[in-house]
């Protein structure tokens, strides 16, 4: 069966992309300290939860890719391990490699190495790693990869995955009053993951909802979020509604061209950016404009400019050298 390609979910992925960079340039810009209000007060920093967007969006687009063939033993595991450990650890290492050089002290040294294992997700708290520390959410993807065909097996059947959904979301509340864990956590995150895989399962219902209703409700939800004080649980509703939305989306603003490119190197944009903007800061460009929104937004574009030249000279050298490898190799 051909796979049906969602193009308003690149639309998503850029949004979320830009997000997390605006916000990380928000908390990092010392700086910037003459702008105020509610964007810069409170929805900037809030963009941070863009990564539980992340989470449902990965889970739907891995159901779309391996879930009929997990279930019917058409591809080897070690087919699948394989294209998750080459789809992301070439251009995560480089960035490691870069960090670990430029601290060249021990510790780096431990959490590199901990980072090119790409394991690290399974460490107690993954999110205290210093090398790449954008990068614990990668490490949590990578979780969500090694148990991927646990989940598909968890989620064959519409009630089998509602009954996985109430458990992962009391893991959630439990997880974060009890165990002291947070969203670095699978068990805290897993609730997120599953609502993506119970989209997956019922993509064909919710293909029959008119998308101007689906536009309500997502927006009814954004505000919601806002108003709940940025409720965790409604933020996956949230999540959810955006990524429902964006299935029923053709063409606009979430599904062309520009949305496709940026969508495509949405998780190299996420690994790099603050190497980027810790560049810049050394060079002083992200204190030459003072400290008010023109700096700010100065800044944001120049992170977004150079991680996205990054993520393509990267990639291109990576995969050059890839089939030149493949090429001796044979």
């Known amino acids: 069966m051909e796979r049906k390609h969602y193009g308003a979910i690149d639309g998503l992925r850029m949004i979320a992309a830009f997000g997390i960079v605006m916000m990380h340039v928000r908390a990092n810009s010392t700086n910037v300290n003459a702008v105020s209000g509610f964007v810069y007060d409170t929805m900037i920093p809030s963009f941070t939860n863009f990564v539980f967007l992340f989470m449902v969006i990965s889970a739907f687009g891995m159901c779309c890719g391996y879930y009929e063939k997990i279930l019917n033993n058409t591809i080897s595991m070690t087919e699948f391990y394989k294209k998750r450990f080459l789809k992301v650890l070439p251009f995560f290492a480089v960035l490691v490699l870069l960090d670990v050089v430029l601290d060249h002290s021990l510790a780096s040294l431990y959490e590199g190495f901990a980072d090119m294992t790409l394991m690290f997700g399974l460490l107690p708290d993954c999110g205290n790693i210093t090398v790449i520390g954008v990068g614990w959410f990668l490490g949590l993807t990578f979780v969500f990869y090694l148990i991927f065909p646990f989940f598909c097996v968890m989620i064959e059947t519409k009630r089998r995955a509602w009954i996985a959904f109430f458990v992962s979301i009391l893991y959630n509340y439990i997880g974060s009053v009890y165990f002291n864990i947070s969203r670095t956590n699978i068990l805290y995150s897993g609730c997120f993951f599953i609502a993506g895989g119970l989209i997956y399962l019922y993509r064909e219902q919710i293909a029959k909802i008119s998308v101007y209703y689906m536009a309500i409700v997502s927006v009814a939800m954004i505000v919601m979020y806002y108003v709940m004080d940025e409720n965790v649980y409604v933020c996956m509703l949230m999540s959810g509604a955006l990524l429902m939305y964006a299935l029923l989306r053709n063409g606009g603003l979430l599904d062309n061209r520009i949305t496709g490119f940026f969508s495509g190197i949405s ?53 050059r050298l890839s089939n030149k490898l493949i090429t001796e190799a044979k």
């Open 267 to 319: 998780m190299e944009i996420y690994l790099s950016h603050m190497v980027i903007f810790r560049v810049l800061e050394k060079i002083g460009v992200t204190a030459a404009l003072g400290n008010g929104w023109l700096q700010y937004i100065v800044t944001v574009i120049l992170v977004l400019v150079g991680a996205s030249v990054f993520a393509v000279v990267m990639k291109n050298i990576i995969k």
